[in-house]
């Protein structure tokens, strides 16, 4: 079982920036495949960006290429966000995932953190 607790959401102006955190329980942290979604009000739940167990590969939705990068430090299992240039479709309850296969479904996740960006 993997606990997941982000932090880090709030209210910020168009242009500016955050930075979310995931933190994980469990010893096997480092082998899970984590994954950012995020949903906006009345919209469906949207892929924004995984990264692979173990230094592997990170991926982007075309919406955030460019201006969010994700990243992870294994040592204290958590994974990052790091959000730039945010717009305000990029308002939107996120929420960190894990998943211990390299493709398909997640497994686990977290609660959500709220981010709003104001114009």
């Known amino acids: 079982q993997v606990q997941l607790v982000e932090s880090g959401g709030g209210l910020v102006q168009d242009g500016g920036s955050l930075r979310l955190s995931c933190a994980a329980s469990?010893?096997?942290?480092?082998?899970?495949?984590m994954g950012w979604f995020r949903q906006a009000p009345g919209k469906e739940r949207e892929w924004v960006a995984s990264?692979?167990?173990?230094?592997?590969?990170?991926y982007y939705a075309d919406s955030v290429k460019g201006r969010f990068t994700i990243s992870r430090d294994n040592a204290k299992n958590t994974v990052y966000l790091q959000m730039n240039s945010l717009k305000p479709e990029d308002t939107a309850d996120y929420y960190c995932?894990?998943?211990?296969?390299?493709?398909?479904?997640?497994?686990?996740w977290g609660q959500g953190t709220q981010v709003t960006v104001s114009s």
């Open positions: 995932a894990a998943s211990n296969a390299d493709l398909g479904q997640y497994d686990y």
């Open positions: 990264i692979r167990g173990r230094g592997g590969p990170s």
């Open positions: 469990g010893r096997t942290f480092s082998s899970y495949r």
